[in-house]
């Protein structure tokens, strides 16, 4: 079915890559996330630096290292707004797992995503994760908030 | 083409940058005179999500707690990606608030549609990286 691609609305091909996306987190696969993001990837990460530009497998891989087994890694309230080549999505995530250092995760954060068709495909051009911020003079993470 | 892209990129520019002219002059009604409806706003402070208008005003009454009028809230670095109705922007923003010492930088990405001719804010996420 070589014309499926060419007739499939946007979104479902979005939702789709997203799924592949999410899959490749949760199985903590680095190739499989970086494959997805374009060369000039632009990330806002939810801990510093303020920005990185350029897939970063080494960073993933490091996060990665750092959790034991599987990530529980669930989408919630995925909005997705696109045209013909591009397109920008959010929804919240629900990040879950046991960590090597013996803690259990249990967070939900923003993601924000900005999409670009290339040659056909959907790629993430850039990436925006974060946690809200106690303005209480602290600055502590807000990491206890549920939806 | 090229030239079409290039007006549509300098329009949402210039939406942008009047919209934080606005929120240096608190001027709530020109903030929000570009927004969907049902914008999904992330701030920097809790909640996790304010969604509609009516919750995104209240996002702008808490930061004039701590940002005084004329103080910096502006553009540093600033990229747009935009197809015929579809865009998003990319922004690193300056900023100062009370509780911080000088300035601070923060992240900001925005998703744009075009309705009836007219570009228009969906969603905004605002952000500073968490340290713990």
Same mark, same amino acid.
């Given at each position: 079915?070589?014309?499926?691609?060419?007739?499939?609305?946007?979104?479902?091909?979005?939702?789709?890559?997203?799924?592949?996306?999410?899959?490749?987190?949760?199985?903590?696969?680095?190739? *499989?996330? =970086?494959? $997805?993001?374009?060369?000039?990837?632009?990330?806002?990460?939810?801990?510093?630096?303020?920005?990185?530009?350029?897939?970063?497998?080494? *960073?993933?891989?490091?996060?990665?290292?750092?959790?034991?087994?599987?990530?529980?890694?669930?989408?919630?309230?995925? $909005?997705?707004?696109?045209?013909?080549?591009?397109?920008?999505?959010?929804?919240?995530? $629900?990040?879950?797992?046991?960590?090597?250092?013996?803690?259990?995760?249990? =967070?939900?954060?923003?993601?924000?995503?900005?999409?670009?068709?290339?040659?056909?495909?959907?790629?993430?051009? $850039?990436?925006?994760?974060?946690?809200?911020?106690?303005?209480?003079?602290?600055?502590?993470?807000?990491?206890?908030?549920?939806? | 083409?090229?030239?079409?892209?290039? #007006?549509? +990129?300098?329009?949402?520019?210039?939406?942008?940058?009047?919209?934080? /002219?606005?929120?240096?002059?608190?001027?709530?009604?020109?903030?929000?005179?570009?927004?969907?409806?049902?914008?999904?706003?992330?701030?920097?402070?809790?909640?996790?999500?304010?969604?509609?208008?009516?919750?995104?005003?209240?996002? @702008?009454?808490?930061?004039?707690?701590?940002?005084?009028?004329?103080? #910096?809230? !502006?553009?540093? +670095?600033?990229?747009? #990606? /935009?197809?015929? !109705?579809? /865009?998003?922007?990319?922004?690193?923003?300056?900023?100062?608030?009370?509780?911080?010492?000088? @300035?601070?930088?923060?992240?900001? #990405?925005?998703?744009?549609?075009?309705?009836?001719? !007219?570009?228009?804010?969906?969603? +905004?996420?605002?952000?500073?990286?968490?340290? !713990?």
């Amino acid at each position: 079915m070589p014309n499926q691609t060419l007739t499939e609305p946007a979104e479902a091909q979005i939702r789709s890559m997203i799924d592949s996306w999410t899959q490749a987190m949760r199985a903590k696969d680095a190739a *499989g996330v =970086v494959a $997805h993001q374009t060369q000039d990837f632009v990330q806002f990460d939810f801990a510093p630096p303020l920005q990185t530009v350029g897939p970063n497998s080494k *960073g993933l891989q490091d996060w990665f290292a750092t959790w034991r087994g599987e990530i529980g890694y669930e989408i919630a309230d995925l $909005h997705i707004i696109a045209n013909d080549g591009i397109a920008f999505c959010y929804a919240l995530i $629900h990040l879950t797992g046991s960590r090597t250092d013996g803690s259990q995760s249990d =967070v939900w954060f923003r993601n924000t995503l900005g999409l670009r068709k290339i040659g056909g495909v959907w790629k993430i051009a $850039h990436g925006h994760e974060s946690v809200p911020l106690h303005m209480d003079g602290s600055f502590r993470a807000a990491i206890d908030l549920k939806p | 083409m090229m030239q079409q892209a290039e #007006t549509t +990129e300098r329009q949402i520019r210039t939406l942008i940058e009047s919209w934080a /002219a606005a929120v240096r002059r608190h001027d709530l009604p020109a903030i929000m005179a570009h927004h969907e409806q049902d914008i999904v706003m992330f701030d920097v402070p809790p909640p996790l999500q304010s969604r509609g208008m009516d919750a995104y005003r209240k996002t @702008w009454d808490l930061f004039f707690k701590y940002h005084k009028p004329s103080q #910096t809230f !502006d553009i540093e +670095e600033l990229e747009i #990606t /935009a197809g015929e !109705d579809v /865009a998003f922007a990319v922004a690193i923003m300056r900023c100062v608030a009370s509780q911080a010492p000088g @300035w601070f930088p923060f992240r900001l #990405t925005i998703g744009l549609r075009k309705i009836d001719g !007219d570009w228009r804010i969906a969603h +905004e996420h605002h952000s500073v990286p968490a340290e !713990d």
